[in-house]
Nanobody, 126 residues
Framework: QVQLAESGGGTVQAGGSLRLSCTGR????????TGWFRQAPGKERIFVAA????????LYGDSVKGRFTITREDAKKTVYLEMNSLKPEDTTVYYC???????????????????WGQGTQVTVSS
């Protein structure tokens, strides 16, 4: 069974940085299209960033372009989200998601992803 585990969330002051990790279990690799989304209570899930299974393609939501970077380290079956210049409005729960096809493309659409992690809280204080 495929499981995704996020880590790296926490509390940071505005302008600070955090690195989130998404590690896959139950698979021999993480060479699948993988995305990060965020969702506040009672609100819809919003696309943050995605990377293709091969790593050549990356996509970013408008609100995080230039501040967040998504990368992958296949040897560790992990996808990272490096978050810099954090703002209070970045505060919410962040979810990692993976597509089901090997070497799949990056996607901005939540319905493209089959597997989801449990989420990790990011809090940015002003």
């Amino acid at each position: 069974q495929v499981q995704l585990a996020e880590s790296g969330g926490g509390t940071v002051q505005a302008g600070g940085s955090l690195r989130l990790s998404c590690t896959g279990r139950g698979r021999t690799s993480m060479s699948y299209g993988t995305g990060w989304f965020r969702q506040a209570p009672g609100k819809e899930r919003i696309f943050v960033a995605a990377i293709s299974g091969g790593g050549a393609e990356t996509l970013y939501g408008d609100s995080v372009k230039g501040r967040f970077t998504i990368t992958r380290e296949d040897a560790k079956k992990t996808v990272y989200l490096e978050m810099n210049s954090l703002k209070p409005e970045d505060t919410t729960v962040y979810y990692c998601a993976s597509r089901s096809a090997l070497y799949s493309d990056a996607s901005i659409y939540a319905h493209s992803y089959t597997y989801w992690g449990q989420g990790t809280q990011v809090t940015v204080s002003s």
